[in-house]
């Protein structure tokens, strides 16, 4: 399935500033127990990096930055057991990610692909790009530095333009294994409409085994059934979409078979949920408005900017942790 | 059949009323609508006030007009217009009137560069398909020059032409006209479309009828100022055939010269008559002559004006001669006492008895020398004393001249009979059904009861009455022979210069016109029609 992802409607600027309001701010109590690798504790110096805003003061080396340093450059002393955030984002990409077609959900995950790694990216630390469905070839980019933003947006236009095959609906964990180191983050964005008793079961019992090693596993959740919803309306209608078993079933559309799909959503996400295991997880839902038509720019920097939970993931670690 | 179109209207809507349109819609939910289970309260299946009028429905409805349209009107055709490319007809008038000097040249000239503006305006490549052209000439006859051919055959054609020395038959080009166009093409390989006459005649008002073609009629004559002889006519003694008098009518057109002249010159050339022409009472001016001798007469108007044809005329004049006669009566006391010679070889005239028997044994009548012939009745009877009552009679036949009927009522006729094998034609007869007098003219023959008696009573007056009145009708008959310089035989009209000119139609109607195709019948179109509608629901709006 071919898209074209729009630009991303945060501008650097405003980007910049999310990460470093994000920064100054001290990381609440994580949900489940998982390890974050502290970063500067080690007496052992490896080697000078640039400081950017969000760092540390006093790790500035004041003598070797006006030995070697332009005047407004500083120099941050890196020490050996300094472990670089690693933050593993999986993409959905299967055909309801396309949908629906007035504002597909792939829109609103690429671009929050693109602001979460230029913000990791910036800081100095990595990411990992991963597909989730499909052919596991050329599935995983490693992004490093942050000229490395340029090539988010390629990686994505390659995930989101790779063509339909068999194995589209097919789970792509496996690659994973060398990647899921236990400091790295794991992001997962998708709309989890699984069947549950394949796709939904795995993806859980994986995320289970990933929380064993105390990696911290963070759902994000594209939800537009309300906006579907508002979309059908009631009456005769003809159904189409990815994994129905019988094509265009005809339906008489009325407000308790609303409430019964509903139902049914919400049965198969809180399945999936039961099955991640000990629900020590970070689960955001960000859910479409549930009118015939709205601005999808606004709505995307709305859920960005006042998601607290994801902009978690950039703040600092508490002191008393 | 409207009871079958109401029944399949009514079926098409109960079936959009009964079958609602579903809207398709494609969502990323659609997993989580499969086994639904049915809708508690169910729609009610057919409602009236709400049928889907939509687009399929529309598409539908006129798939089936057009089925039905095709059943009701199978067995219908239609004539589908064709265009097709030209057949122009040039047709010129090459009458003496065309040789009238206009603008410095004579109207031919004229009439020849109109007819290659035609060509011209035919073969524009661009607006006009195929042409084909057809080139005649008209006078007191037609000739055709080109049956089919191009413009550069017609051009060729046109090289050369001049005014022949004949009046103008307008019936020719009517008769053409009507007897040409698309269905009845006077020539296989070039159908005529368009039919140009180029005249000095006006447009004839028969030519607004409603022919087959196109007709398009350019006079191009202007009025110019001619005076010339109109017509004259040699009076003629009947019984020895000597021209006694000439009568001449004389014409202006236009502006009537101010020293006209009328001139008649003798055989020697020497003029004989010489009058001034006053046309100031009237356009018209007559004039005559009493030839003296035999010969050659040459008469002339001068001025002539702009056309030269009517500007003098020559008349031979016959020296005056006995006539011979056949005489095949026994009486043979009249010819010599008309001073006339018997001749059976050449004669003049012929003379027999009436009732002849069997058939005819004398060549009266042959293309090469028809010679009138007298019949003669058995005579009159002298005691009168069973008068005749008159049954019919031709008042106007010359026979009758100076004849007073009351006098024939007194008279009686011995017996003899109507002649056999002349075919003649009663012109009095009594109720006896005894015939007085008869007269056919093919064969030139006239018959009489009787010669004349040679008394002085009413008998004798009536028996000479109608013997000279035959003797004189079979003369007059003889045929006028002109010389070659006579133009006495023209045209009536030629040297009428002053006529306004008048046209009928434009060149720019020289353009392809359309002629119906064979007939088609209708109802595979509507069934075509039906196919297209009915795949466009199927396919494209699904």
């Not at chain 1, 690693?86 to 671009?111: G, M, N, Q, Y």
């Not at chain 1, 964990?173 to 008793?197: A, G, N």
Request: overall charge positive; charged content about 25%; hydrophobic content about 40%.
């Amino acid at each position: 399935m071919k898209i074209d992802i729009p630009p991303l409607p945060l501008s650097r600027a405003h980007l910049e500033r999310y990460r470093v309001r994000s920064r100054y701010r001290d990381r609440p109590g994580l949900v489940g127990g998982h390890q974050m690798r502290r970063k500067g504790q080690s007496l052992e110096f490896h080697d000078f990096r640039q400081y950017v805003p969000g760092d540390d003061i006093r790790h500035v080396d004041w003598r070797a930055s006006a030995r070697h340093g332009k005047p407004e450059d500083l120099l941050i002393r890196n020490f050996a057991a300094e472990e670089q955030l690693t933050l593993l984002i999986s993409i959905d990409t299967r055909d309801s990610l396309f949908l629906p077609e007035p504002a597909p959900k792939a829109h609103i995950a690429a671009w929050l692909v693109e602001a979460v790694s230029w913000i990791v990216l910036r800081s100095g630390d990595r990411v990992f790009l991963h597909r989730l469905f499909g052919s596991p070839h050329g599935s995983v980019h490693d992004l490093y530095g942050s000229g490395s933003s340029v090539r988010t947006r390629q990686v994505l236009k390659q995930f989101l333009s790779a063509a339909a095959d068999e194995t589209a609906e097919r789970l792509n964990l496996d690659i994973l294994q060398r990647y899921l180191k236990p400091s790295v983050i794991w992001m997962v964005i998708s709309d989890f409409y699984f069947d549950m008793e394949t796709g939904g079961r795995i993806l859980g019992r994986r995320l289970a085994e990933a929380q064993d090693g105390s990696r911290w596993i963070f759902l994000v959740d594209l939800e537009s059934w309300e906006y579907e919803k508002q979309l059908m309306g009631l009456g005769p209608r003809k159904i189409e979409g990815p994994a129905l078993p019988v094509p265009s079933p005809s339906l008489e559309i009325d407000t308790p078979v609303l409430n019964e799909v509903e139902e049914r959503i919400h049965r198969s996400k809180k399945f999936f949920r039961d099955h991640i295991g000990r629900g020590g997880f970070d689960y955001i839902t960000w859910k479409w408005p549930g009118t015939k038509s709205f601005d999808m720019p606004s709505f995307f920097q709305d859920c960005f900017d006042n998601d607290l939970d994801l902009q978690r993931l950039f703040m600092r670690e508490s002191e008393n942790r | 059949m409207t009871g079958l179109i109401l029944f399949g209207l009514a079926l098409l809507a109960a079936v959009y009323m009964t079958h609602p349109r579903f809207r398709r819609f494609r969502i990323s939910s659609a997993r989580f609508f499969t086994a639904l289970p049915q809708p508690k309260k169910r729609q009610p299946r057919l409602r009236f006030g709400k049928i889907q009028l939509t687009l399929p429905f529309f598409l539908q409805l006129g798939v089936l007009l057009c089925i039905l349209a095709a059943v009701w009107l199978s067995g219908r055709t239609f004539t589908l217009p064709v265009s097709q490319g030209m057949g122009v007809w040039v047709v010129l008038d090459t009458s003496a009137s065309m040789s009238t000097i206009q603008d410095g040249s004579p109207r031919l000239e004229t009439a020849v560069k109109e007819a290659e503006q035609v060509l011209n305006r035919a073969q524009d490549p661009v607006k006009k398909g195929p042409v084909c052209f057809r080139f005649s000439t008209f006078d007191m006859e037609r000739r055709d020059f080109v049956v089919s051919g191009n413009a550069d055959t017609v051009r060729r054609a046109l090289t050369g032409l001049k005014p022949r020395e004949m009046g103008t038959d307008l019936a020719i080009i009517r008769q053409t006209l009507s007897s040409t166009g698309r269905g009845t093409p006077s020539s296989p390989s070039c159908n005529v479309s368009h039919v140009v006459i180029i005249s000095d005649l006006p447009a004839p008002s028969w030519i607004k009828e409603k022919f087959s073609i196109e007709i398009i009629w350019l006079d191009i004559g202007k009025p110019v100022n001619n005076t010339g002889l109109v017509v004259f006519k040699p009076l003629k003694n009947p019984l020895n055939r000597s021209v006694t008098d000439v009568q001449v009518e004389i014409a202006a057109y236009g502006s009537p010269p101010a020293n006209a002249l009328f001139q008649v010159f003798e055989p020697g050339g020497k003029p004989f008559v010489k009058q001034p022409l006053n046309f100031q009472t009237g356009k018209t001016v007559y004039a005559h002559f009493k030839p003296s001798s035999p010969g050659v007469y040459r008469m002339q108007v001068s001025p002539g004006g702009a056309y030269g044809f009517d500007d003098s005329a020559s008349l031979p004049v016959s020296p005056s001669k006995t006539i011979r006669v056949d005489w095949q009566l026994p009486d043979r006391e009249i010819p010599g006492q008309l001073g006339w010679t018997l001749d059976s070889l050449k004669p003049d005239l012929r003379v027999m008895p009436g009732p002849v028997p069997g058939p005819v044994s004398v060549p009266v009548s042959t293309a090469s020398n028809p010679v009138p012939v007298l019949l003669v009745g058995s005579g009159y009877v002298e005691d009168t004393g069973k008068p005749s009552v008159i049954r019919d009679f031709i008042e106007s036949s010359p026979l009758l001249r100076d004849v007073n009927l009351d006098v024939v009522e007194t008279l009686a006729l011995k017996d003899g009979g109507m002649p056999e094998g002349w075919k003649l034609q009663p012109v009095l007869r009594t109720v006896d059904n005894a015939i007085w007098l008869a007269q056919s003219k093919k064969p030139l023959c006239a018959y009489v009861a009787g010669l004349p008696t040679g008394k002085d009573d009413l008998q004798g007056r009536f028996s000479a009455t109608v013997f000279f009145n035959a003797l004189r009708w079979l003369l007059e008959q003889e045929g006028f022979e002109p010389g070659n310089q006579n133009r006495w035989m023209l045209y009536k009209d030629e040297g009428n210069t002053e006529r306004i000119p008048l046209s009928s139609g434009s060149l720019d109607r020289l353009r392809p016109g359309t002629a119906a195709a064979n007939k088609i019948e209708l109802w595979p179109f509507l069934l075509l029609v039906a196919s297209i509608l009915f795949l466009i629901e199927r396919t494209v709006l699904k």
